[in-house]
C-alpha cells in the first residue's frame, strides 16, 4: 500500500513561488496517474493537477492553468508542483494521491478516482 507525504507548503507573499513535493513510499508509483488536490477552509477538496502514468499527459484546473506545472520522477517516486504567480485565492492545504488509473491515458478530476491520500501541506499566500 502507498503512502504520500507531502511537504513544500509555507506563507508566501502574492506574486511568490512554492515548490511542492510528493515522496511515495511502499509501492512505486510507476504506472499510475498522479494527482495534486487543495482545500481551503470552509470549502470542497477541489482539483488541481494531474499528470498520467508515462508524464505524457497533464491536466490544470482553470484557476491554475499557466502558473503551476505538475512532474514527476518515477525514478525517485516523487511527484512535484511547481507553483509560480501565487495568489491569496491558492490558499489551502494541498494533497497528492494515486489515481485508481493505471497505464491509462484518460484524465482523472474527481477526488473519488484517487486514493492513497497524503496528509497535506498547507500553503498560504498573503496579499
Known amino acids: 500500500q502507498v503512502q504520500l507525504v507531502e511537504s513544500g507548503g509555507g506563507l508566501v507573499q502574492a506574486g511568490g513561488s512554492l515548490r511542492l513535493s510528493c515522496a511515495a513510499s511502499?509501492?512505486?508509483?510507476?504506472?499510475?496517474?498522479m494527482g495534486w488536490f487543495r482545500q481551503a477552509p470552509g470549502k470542497e477538496r477541489e482539483f488541481v493537477a494531474t499528470?498520467?502514468?508515462?508524464?505524457?499527459?497533464?491536466y490544470y484546473a482553470d484557476s491554475v492553468k499557466g502558473r503551476f506545472t505538475i512532474a514527476r520522477d518515477d525514478a525517485k517516486n516523487t511527484v512535484t508542483l511547481q507553483m509560480n504567480a501565487l495568489k491569496p485565492e491558492d490558499t489551502a492545504v494541498y494533497y497528492c494521491a494515486t489515481s485508481r488509473l493505471t497505464y491509462s491515458g484518460t484524465i482523472a478530476t474527481e477526488a473519488i478516482e484517487y486514493y492513497g491520500w497524503g496528509q497535506g501541506t498547507q500553503v498560504t499566500v498573503s496579499s
Open positions: 511502499g509501492r512505486t508509483i510507476s504506472g499510475h496517474g
Open positions: 499528470i498520467s502514468w508515462n508524464g505524457g499527459t497533464t
